[in-house]
């Protein structure tokens, strides 16, 4: 059984040039996660907040976080994407956060194909209220199930490759031996 967080082409995973994977539609509840064992996808939990995901959310393949998942992708998109499609992106920043105590970085890409979006190249470049929702649904979306998260700051494109490189080199200590 193929599993998309390993088996796709390492050439079609850069820091500025990527594939993500949506697990989680815009606008969704449901909170769904690589199955790491399988490469499916499954249902970790509906979401016990009435706030949604306000941008489509999956990861990057072949990287490896310091909270020991794939690198999370937040993919700004005119449509809601369906999970598990794949789209190609590249990144315009990065939302720094804790998450249970590590470092859980949210990566903000743009799809090449979507022309409602593919003319910003930073987060600066995006209206205000774009990253003010993303930052505050991740300040409040686990506070009904007792779990804090704290947004650190939001970076740029050039942070968000840097993020990148080092999950991709941190995936092939790990995972490439």
């Known amino acids: 059984m193929s ?4 088996d796709i082409s390492p050439k079609r ?6 594939v993500a994977v949506v697990e989680i539609s815009k606008g969704s509840k449901k909170k769904y996660e690589l199955d790491k064992e399988t490469g ?18 999956g990861f990057i393949p ?22 598990l499609i794949l789209v190609r992106c590249y990144p315009i920043g990065v939302i720094s956060m ?12 743009i799809p090449y194909s979507d022309p409602t979006y593919n003319s ?13 929702e993303m930052s505050h649904f991740f ?8 779990k ?10 050039e942070e968000a490759e840097r993020i990148i490189a080092a999950a991709l080199d941190n995936y092939v200590e790990n995972f490439c031996k």
Do not use: M, Q
């Not at 995973?13 to 990527?18: G, L, M, R, V």
């Not at 490896?64 to 998109?77: A, M, N, R, S």
């Not at 804090?148 to 494109?157: L, Y």
């Open 3 to 6: 599993n998309i967080w390993h």
């Open 120 to 132: 910003y190249h930073d987060i600066s470049e995006l209206p205000r209220h774009i990253f003010d």
């Open 13 to 18: 995973i850069s820091p500025a040039d990527f």
């Open 148 to 157: 804090e998260t704290a947004v650190n700051e939001i970076s740029g494109h």
């Open 40 to 57: 499916l996808i499954i249902l970790d939990r509906v979401l016990h907040t009435s706030t949604h995901y306000p941008a489509n959310y």
């Open 139 to 146: 300040r409040v979306y686990k506070a009904l199930e007792g």
């Open 62 to 83: 072949r990287t490896y976080g310091d909270d020991l998942d794939p690198l999370d992708v937040l993919v700004l998109c005119s449509e809601p994407l369906e999970p």
């Open 98 to 109: 804790i998450d249970s105590g590590r470092n859980d970085e949210k990566i903000i890409a």
